[in-house]
């Protein structure tokens, strides 16, 4: 068993981390403030190619594995997780999805303007009415013979405002049940697509978050991905490996965190000597560092599954839970540990406690992965360790 990155991963982490710390650092307190959304930094992830980096070379992409996607978000995520959220969305849920199962034309069509960041993608499957009941679906895609015709409403859509792409999930046959829903790209120029007010958020505050309405929308047939009712196996399957960038910038928030907490920790004194060397405190970032290291080898070996091409389904799952209830901990452990200071914006833990929340809510909230998760208990996946390339027990 090894436990070392390679000198390409590293080389990863090292440029997302050096451009999370120049570029993205200085401002995000204030994006953070005002919800301003980071058109500049977008841009840049775009030109670093940051925003295509599992897509294959042939359609502009970085041709990266997960792992290194991995380390990419977890760096970004230690400053500006609104900027990894955007980031998250267009690489697993989009680019990916898009990837594995779209036709040679709507890769060709759509894969570079997404690997570059001239087009942003969104993944719009949540519903007023079907957030975790993710297969009841409002949104209707009529079979009109040459094309579809969309309405419905979508919600808490990350990238809603920016986007130019939408992969919308949307039922066609309500008599086939989950069976009966498509997922259809969908180009926002499109009439009849129109975007609502962007979400005044606990955290994440300069992402855009939106609600979408779709109003008699026709979408080409050309624009169905994969055959006629695979959308909600679409989606699932998509959002298997999308919990895996989820729980990585989980695993970035809890890092961060950390550094920021250690640092102030050494250089902070009370009572005649640094805080770090009180019980009271050392403890906590022993915790904390503890932890993160488990959550760590959670998110990687579950990029690891998937890079094998080995079941990733419940360890995405359990990496997700696991990895966004130690950032929440540890981020209100942080905040703790810088006492009034950390309770300002100016130190930067207030954020990323406020931030940790949402990895516990979106891409499947934490009580969905347990469904996942004990799913998968159920039919006697218990992932044991891996022999030769198989799983053991699967
Ligand atoms: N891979 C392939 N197929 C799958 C699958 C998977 N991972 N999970 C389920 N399916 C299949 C099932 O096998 C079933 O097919 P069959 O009928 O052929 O057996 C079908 O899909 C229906 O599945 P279930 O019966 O399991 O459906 P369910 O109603 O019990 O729901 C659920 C299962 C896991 C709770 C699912 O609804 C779910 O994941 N809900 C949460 C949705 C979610 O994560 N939303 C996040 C929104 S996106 C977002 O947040 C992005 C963002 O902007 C940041």
Redesign the pocket.
């Known amino acids: 068993m090894f436990f070392n990155l390679s000198e390409e991963h590293l080389a990863v982490k090292e440029a997302a981390r050096e451009f999370a710390q120049k570029e993205l650092k200085p401002g995000v307190i204030e994006r953070d403030s005002k919800m301003e959304y980071p058109y500049e930094q977008v841009k840049k992830m775009g030109e670093l190619g940051f925003l295509g980096m599992m897509i294959s070379p042939e359609y502009g992409g970085g041709g990266m594995d997960t792992l290194a996607y991995v380390l990419a978000m977890e760096e970004i995520s230690k400053v500006d997780n609104s900027c990894s959220?955007i980031m998250?969305?267009n690489n697993s849920?989009v680019c990916w999805g898009l990837e594995e199962y779209g036709t040679a034309e709507q890769k060709a069509k759509y894969l570079p303007k997404l690997a570059t960041g001239e087009w942003i993608g969104?993944?719009c499957?949540?519903e007023p009415e079907a957030?975790?009941?993710?297969?009841h679906q409002r949104t209707t895609a009529v079979d009109m013979g040459d094309h579809y015709l969309l309405n419905g409403t979508k919600n808490?859509?990350?990238n809603g405002g920016s986007s130019k792409l939408h992969l919308v999930m949307a039922q066609t046959n309500p008599e086939l049940g989950?069976?009966g829903i498509n997922c259809l790209i969908v180009e926002t120029s499109s009439p009849g697509v129109s975007i609502g007010a962007k979400e005044d958020k606990l955290g994440i505050r300069s992402s855009d978050t939106h609600t979408i309405m779709y109003s008699d929308v026709k979408v080409p047939k050309e624009n169905r991905i994969g055959p006629d009712g695979f959308g909600?196996?679409f989606a699932?399957?998509t959002?298997?490996g999308?919990r895996i960038g989820?729980a990585s910038q989980a695993l970035g928030i809890a890092g961060g965190a950390y550094e920021l907490a250690a640092d102030y920790a050494k250089q902070r004194e009370t009572f005649g000597k640094p805080i770090i060397n009180h019980q009271a405190i050392a403890f906590k970032l022993a915790d904390m560092a503890t932890d993160i290291e488990a959550a760590k080898m959670m998110v990687y070996r579950a990029a690891w599954l998937k890079d094998q091409g080995l079941d990733y389904?419940g360890a995405s799952a359990m990496a997700k839970l696991y990895a966004s209830d130690v950032a929440m901990r540890h981020t209100v452990e942080a905040v703790q540990i810088h006492g009034g200071y950390g309770f300002v914006k100016e130190y930067h833990v207030e954020r990323l406690m406020r931030d940790a929340k949402i990895t516990q809510i979106?891409?499947?909230t934490s009580e969905?992965q347990k469904?996942?998760i004990s799913?998968e208990v159920m039919n006697g996946n218990l992932y044991l360790p891996v022999v030769g390339g198989v799983e053991v027990g699967a």
């Open positions: 959220v998250s969305v849920l969104a993944f499957l949540s957030g975790s009941d993710a297969t808490w859509i990350t989950s069976k909600f196996k699932m399957k959002l298997a999308g989820i389904n979106y891409e499947g969905v469904i996942v799913r």
